[in-house]
């Protein structure tokens, strides 16, 4: 039973980094305005550098998406 408390605080662990990573890319994404754009425009672009890619793509961005990025 000493065994379970340490892989439960594991998964625990690993959930709450796991949460902490997507919530981190849905920002950079512009949330859920721009993921069609990225899957179509940007999905080989590294996560640090898809902000960039879809300014590089302004013209072929959803209107939701063209206003994140047009600021």
Known sequence: MSRLI??????AVMGMFAA???????HEMGSSRCRADIKRLCHKTPMGEVASCLKQH????????????SK
Request: aromatic share 4%.
């Open 6 to 11: 340490p892989a439960a605080a594991l998964i």
């Open 58 to 69: 302004m013209s072929e961005l959803s209107p939701a998406c063209k206003a994140k990025y």
């Open 20 to 26: 902490g990573v997507a919530d981190g890319n849905a």
